[in-house]
């Protein structure tokens, strides 16, 4: 409905609280939507990036290993589909896809067509998809206490290796 010849400026000064429930109203709706702005802004980075968020991960592990399963719990908390395959003996699984001795922890993991040995942490492992480099896989040698799965009073320092088909290896991440 038009309002004609100041006739609104006649209805603010008649009634001047309504006129400032409507501007406090507009500035609370304002005030809202930037704050909806910032948590969806905020939402986008807490979340898991994008490589892992439709990542699938095939883990093979032992069927009575604990740390295992929270690793695994730990994964799909950060976002990747997991899929499980009990093995009683993973010393083959482990040779066939490059993980030496001195690699191996209790799991071996499958993504995108890379290697994933040990408690590697999710971020090291969006990384590894994000960049793509020339690698057969990442480990996390031994079961370093304190790392994804093995969480607990003790935190150790450790090192995510990358390592290639030749069994060479470069530190990729520090934790």
């Known amino acids: ?8 400026g006649d209805d603010r000064r008649r009634n001047p609280q309504a006129a400032g429930r409507k501007k406090r109203a507009t500035r609370l709706m304002l005030a809202a939507a930037g704050v909806l702005a910032v948590l969806a802004a905020a939402g986008l980075w807490l979340w898991p990036s994008t490589p892992a968020d439709a990542t ?17 719990g730990y994964l799909k908390d950060n976002g990747f589909r997991v899929k499980t395959e009990n093995v009683a003996d993973l010393s083959q699984l482990k040779a066939t896809h490059g993980v030496t001795p001195q690699l191996a922890s209790c799991h071996t993991a499958l993504v995108e067509g890379y290697v994933v ?14 960049e793509r480099p020339k690698v057969k896989g990442l480990a996390v040698p031994g079961m370093p206490a304190g790392s994804p799965g093995m969480e607990g009073s003790r935190k150790a320092a450790y090192d995510t ?3 290639d088909s030749q069994g060479r290896t470069a530190v990729f991440a520090q934790h």
């Open 1 to 8: 409905m038009a309002r004609r010849n100041g006739q609104e």
């Open 56 to 72: 699938e991960v095939l883990v093979y592990k032992s069927p009575t290993c604990s740390c295992c399963n929270q690793w695994i």
């Open 161 to 163: 290796l990358s390592f």
């Open 117 to 130: 040995e040990g408690h590697v942490p999710a971020g090291d492992i969006r990384r590894l998809l994000a």
